[in-house]
């Protein structure tokens, strides 16, 4: 075949793969023109969680930012792995009844599962009736339309220790958290995140003040990866979280572990340098990183830079601020 004849069969496939393309290409019916903007922004919204979960933590990414384009990168490619949504699924296998002086109440099991996941990714707490109870008041308080139609199970004044009763209950508690987990409003909301971790994180806080680092520790591993797949769309809000797991490793002697945990702290706050866990994180580092033989310069530099750009403040250090988190 010449040229020529090679040039006219290569305008003739790419015509046919454009006139295939046009033809595919369906065209906006008048209802979709006439459709609100507003509207269609909604359902784009709907169709496409993960890209809303990127808009909201763009919004949320510091313009005075100082990082690399290198720095920028790997924070971005963090963002994304983070917005990726998480599906859990909420069982209650058990109950137990506990009477503690003058009252009695049933304490029901509650086992969070990551779908796909094997049982290590498990998270178990455990809540009362009062505890739903009050969940239920505060999301009607801020959500009142999306949960005009969501029943909660009423209180008997007789018979709410039978096995009929709380095996009833046990039905109903799974499918109402199922049900709020389903709302996407609500499963982001602080209320329904503190009615899941809360209890925990302010048992582990009053072990940290009062110096049972073990004990501490121990629930705030717990208690971590659950917050990690509650906020995947918010990484910085587990910072305080993981600052006080670095705190209870660095009091124990745990050096390496407490650096692995800074080091997880502060990649979430690269884009957040005004967050006031991030100076007391770099000035917990820096000694860190000296002692283990890691790079300490770096930050040394980080440290410097902020200081150069802030007028001098006073600045809690990173122990003093994690006693103040959950103080009743």
Known sequence: MDQDSHCTAEREVLEAVSRITTFSTPSPTDEEQNQPKAEISRQVRKENPEKDDLQDSSASLSPNSSMTTKELQEYWRNEKSQCRQVKLLF??????????????????????????????????????????????????????????????????????????IINERKLAFKDYLRLLYSMKYIRRSKKFIDFLTRPELQEAYGCLRGGQYTKALEILLEVIGLQERLTRGNPVSIVPTLCAIVVCHKDLDNLASAFEYAEKALSRLRAHTSHRYYIPLLETMIPLAYELGKDFLSLQEKLEEWKAKKDPIRVFTLKELAVREYVQ
């Open 91 to 164: 069982e209650i296998p058990s109950t137990r009844i506990v009477e503690h002086h003058l009252s009695k109440y049933v304490m029901y099991k509650i086992i969070i599962l990551q779908t796909g996941s094997f049982d290590s990714n498990k998270s178990v707490i455990e809540r009362r009736y009062s505890d739903f109870e009050k969940l239920h008041r505060n999301l009607l308080e801020e959500f009142s339309e999306e949960m005009e139609d969501v029943t909660f199970p009423k209180k008997t004044l007789t018979g709410n220790f039978t096995e009929e």
